[in-house]
T-cell receptor
Framework: DAGVIQSPRHEVTEMGQEVTLRCKPI?????LFWYRQTMMRGLELLIY????????DSGMPEDRFSAKMPNASFSTLKIQPSEPRDSAVYFC?????????????????FGPGTRLTVL | RKEVEQDPGPFNVPEGATVAFNCTYS??????FFWYRQDCRKEPKLLMS???SGNEDGRFTAQLNRASQYISLLIRDSKLSDSATYLC????????FGPGTRLSVLP
């Protein structure tokens, strides 16, 4: 399996622009997570989905952020309009609660992240 | 108080040393726990799941103490390649990472 795939790997944009981050989870995983990591705040959960349905979006900082999961193999995180304080690394992770190996159950596997810089 | 706390370190230890990290959590409803390691500018990678009976994988041992609400990670015979940030994850009604503990293993 290719693991969790994220694109783009790097994004530099200007304040006010729309930014769309993309994620393809591991095939067969039924949970998908979006995290943001900064030096100041560490790794923060923004939102997670179960079977394509958003379960908890309490971590989404404000209305400028939105996430969708139109199908089991694709999710997007959109920031509109972007601000300099949104600069961070955004990780997508996926997991399954029905893994074949017990040790894989509920284990979150992370993508390589998208490094976002908003100027 | 943060829901999951860790000593940020850094822990600077010589090769071959034994080092232990603790991670405390405040939500007694948390059900499962994990240790991840994160190298600089990389994504977190699973190190170990933490089972109630404790879990050992080579030089690494993880334990859970529900009464005191902490999990621990013990690294024996530390290697240079163990240098990284170690993050604990608490899962239950929500998913919360600790801030991480930075380990530097020195030659």
């Amino acid at each position: 399996d290719a693991g969790v795939i994220q694109s783009p790997r790097h994004e530099v944009t200007e304040m006010g622009q729309e930014v769309t981050l993309r994620c393809k989870p591991i095939s067969g995983h039924d949970y998908l997570f979006w995290y943001r990591q900064t030096m100041m705040r560490g790794l923060e959960l923004l939102i997670y989905f179960n079977n394509n349905v958003p379960i908890d979006d309490s971590g989404m900082p404000e209305d400028r952020f939105s996430a969708k999961m139109p199908n089991a193999s694709f999710s997007t995180l959109k920031i509109q309009p972007s601000e300099p304080r949104d600069s961070a690394v955004y990780f997508c992770a996926s997991s399954s609660n029905r893994a074949v190996r017990e040790k894989d159950t509920d284990t979150q596997y992370f993508g390589p992240g998208t490094r976002l810089t908003v100027l | 108080r943060k829901e999951v706390e860790q000593d940020p370190g850094p822990f600077n230890v010589p090769e071959g040393a034994t080092v232990a990290f603790n991670c405390t959590y405040s939500n007694s409803a948390s059900q499962s726990f994990f240790w991840y390691r994160q190298d600089c500018r990389k994504e977190p990678k699973l190190l170990m799941s933490v089972y109630s009976s404790g879990n050992e994988d080579g030089r690494f041992t993880a334990q859970l103490n529900r009464a005191s609400q902490y999990i621990s990670l013990l690294i024996r015979d530390s290697k240079l390649s163990d240098s990284a940030t170690y993050l604990c994850l608490s899962c239950g009604q929500n998913f919360v990472f600790g801030p991480g503990t930075r380990l530097s293993v020195l030659p």
